[in-house]
């Protein structure tokens, strides 16, 4: 297959090391040619411009970029004969998803990073094992998504389904208000009137840990808090809110609220899955689907509003008539749940059974 990455930074250029290292032709393009001329150096991509027959475009640009450069590139047919199929990689989907209602475009965000900067830190590994977010619209074709599944899947991530209100959602507290809470606190400690050199050389572990994503470029964070305000400002009332009891819980000498408190964050800590883990015990949702766009997202906004992640998404066409069976691997203690939801909304459910038994 040939793959273009439109943006190449870190993500981008991480993107075209990937899929080189597993046999893709990759091309590239930046509006910085510095950049893209390094890029193209290391080996990121082999060469510069995008090639007619390209079947998939990354656009790893910033989110304010996002809209235009899919839409040129969705535009610019240069012999392929309108089959490039376009996804991004931004990390807010809601305003994108509902700008771009193209049947060839699938929204993305690859859930990985790190605080390298540009082609220099880019890694052909950085999505092996991470959780990669795709919120495709009610248009988006099923030939398109299945383009972008084989190779997000190729480059060894593990793709999660959601719609992309509720992503933004998720990654408002996961995510961003995160990234704006240690770069506070790093700036806390740097502006801080104590003895500044003696402060940030006793910083160790703990410090280090909370603050590390705050080296990260900030260059991506003005977009996505303009286009995510709605999610982040909740989250941020709430945290202000939790620190104020934080507060009185330490002025008070409050000994229980403060175990209370403790005890549940460390147990909730320990909880966490490993990064790019699917549930203990998931299962396999089968159901019969008209041959239609628009059916992806139905499905998917369904298990968005019952709260149920899809941890893998497959379709398999019939050759017997317009219709085809969707299969969905979600938690097995939300199965019942889902299935009941889409029976009530008309689907033919033609079984539940146990993760991996094939098609």
């Known amino acids: 297959m040939r793959a273009h990455v439109a943006g190449l930074g870190l993500v981008g250029s991480s993107i075209g090391l990937g899929l080189r290292a597993r046999g893709y032709e990759v091309t590239g393009e930046d509006v910085d040619p510095r950049r893209a001329a390094r890029a193209l150096e290391l080996g990121a991509v082999g060469v510069l411009g995008r090639q007619p027959d390209t079947d998939l475009a990354f656009v790893a640009t910033p989110v304010s970029a996002v809209v235009p450069v899919a839409r040129r590139l969705l535009d610019e047919e240069p012999?392929?004969?309108?089959?490039?199929?376009v996804t991004d990689v931004a990390g807010v989907k809601g305003p994108i998803a509902a700008s771009l209602k193209e049947p060839r475009f699938v929204p993305g965000h690859p859930m990985a990073g790190?605080?390298?900067?540009?082609?220099?830190?880019?890694?052909?590994?950085?999505?092996?094992?991470?959780?990669?977010?795709l919120t495709p619209t009610e248009l988006t074709e099923e030939a398109g998504y299945a383009v972008v599944r084989?190779?997000?899947?190729?480059?060894?991530?593990?793709?999660?389904?959601?719609?992309?209100?509720r992503h933004d959602d998720l990654v408002a507290v996961i995510s961003h208000v995160?990234?704006?809470?240690?770069?506070?606190?790093m700036s806390l400690a740097a502006e801080s009137e104590l003895d500044r050199e003696a402060l940030l050389r006793l910083a160790a572990g703990g410090f280090r840990d909370m603050t590390r994503i705050a080296a990260g470029s900030p260059a991506i964070w003005p977009d996505i808090c303009r286009d995510n305000a709605d999610a982040i400002v909740p989250v941020l009332d709430g945290l202000i809110a939790r620190l104020g009891e934080v507060r009185r819980i330490v002025e008070e000498s409050d000994r229980i609220g403060l175990m209370s408190l403790l005890e549940s964050a460390r147990a909730a800590?320990?909880?966490?899955?490993?990064?790019?883990?699917?549930?203990?015990?998931?299962?396999?949702?089968?159901?019969?689907?008209?041959?239609r766009p628009g059916v992806l997202a139905e499905v998917t906004s369904l298990a968005g509003r019952l709260g149920?992640?899809?941890?893998?998404?497959?379709?398999?066409?019939?050759?017997?008539?317009?219709?085809?069976v969707l299969v969905l691997v979600v938690a097995a203690a939300a199965v019942d749940?889902?299935?009941?939801?889409?029976r009530q909304s008309g689907y033919h459910v033609a079984a539940a059974t146990a993760e991996g038994s094939g098609l």
């Open 337 to 342: 749940d889902l299935a009941g939801a889409l």
């Open 178 to 185: 995160p990234h704006l809470t240690a770069a506070t606190l």
């Open 114 to 133: 790190s605080e390298q900067e540009g082609p220099d830190g880019a890694d052909g590994d950085l999505f092996v094992g991470a959780t990669w977010v």
């Open 308 to 324: 149920v992640n899809i941890y893998d998404i497959e379709i398999a066409h019939s050759t017997e008539g317009p219709r085809g």
């Open 150 to 165: 084989e190779v997000v899947t190729a480059l060894g991530a593990e793709i999660l389904v959601l719609g992309a209100e």
């Open 269 to 291: 800590r320990r909880n966490l899955p490993a990064r790019g883990a699917r549930p203990p015990e998931s299962r396999e949702l089968r159901l019969v689907v008209p041959d």
């Open 79 to 85: 012999g392929d004969g309108g089959r490039l199929v």
